[in-house]
Structures are given as C-alpha cells and as structure tokens.
C-alpha cells in the first residue's frame, strides 16, 4: 500500500506557473506508474497527465499539452507536475493518482491510490 501526499498549489495569475509535488510513503515507489488528475467545482475528475514507472513515458491531456510536465524521482519517491502558462481553466483540485499496471492510463478507475489534493486556483 502506497500514501500519497500532494503539496505546491496555491493562487497565481494567468500566464504563470506552479509546481506541484506528490511525495508517497513506502520503499516501493518505483513499482507504481502515476498520474495526475483534476476536478473543478461541478465537473467530473478529468486525466491530466501520467508517467511510467522508469519516468522515461510520459502521456498528456490535450488540454495541458505543451504547458505542462509530469516528472519523478524516484530516489525521493516523489512525482511533480509543472505547470506552465497557466490559465483560469486550470482552476480545480488536483490529485495525484498511483497505479501498478503496465502502461499509462487515463481513466481514473485505473489507479489504485490517491491522495487529499491540492488546491490550484488560476486568476485572470
């Protein structure tokens, strides 16, 4: 079993950026592909972005392709999402998900753990 732990949201304006991070507990990180994924007030929870469990696969939502990174260390059994040119349809909570299967998955009933969230709030 994995705990996972989101930090890094907060209040930015349009056009900057954010970190985020998502640090798991357990020696056996490196096992778990992840993901990130967000729900807005009043709208499902929607893929985002996922990694494989080396990081050297990556896959992305449409919508944050191009301004957004996810990326991990494993040595610090942590993944990151970095948002870049945000704007205020990024808004939501954003969850970090872990997953043991093989490959990258964007549908949420795919992944086994998940974390509180954090609160990403972009203004115009």
């Known amino acids: 079993q994995v705990q996972l732990v989101e930090s890094g949201g907060g209040l930015v304006q349009a056009g900057g950026s954010l970190r985020l991070s998502c640090a798991a507990s357990?020696?056996?990180?490196?096992?778990?592909?992840m993901g990130w994924f967000r729900q807005a007030p009043g709208k499902v929870r929607e893929f985002v972005a996922a990694?494989?469990?080396?990081?050297?696969?990556?896959s992305y939502a449409d919508s944050v392709q191009g301004r957004f990174t996810i990326s991990r260390d494993n040595a610090k059994n942590t993944v990151y999402l970095q948002m870049n040119t945000l704007k205020p349809g990024d808004t939501a909570v954003y969850y970090c998900?872990?997953?043991?299967?093989?490959?990258?998955?964007?549908?949420?009933?795919?992944?086994?753990?998940w974390g509180q969230g954090t609160q990403v709030t972009v203004s115009s």
């Open positions: 990694i494989n469990r080396s990081g050297f696969s990556t």
């Open positions: 998900a872990a997953q043991r299967a093989y490959g990258l998955r964007s549908e949420p009933s795919a992944y086994e753990y």
């Open positions: 357990g020696p056996t990180f490196s096992v778990y592909a």
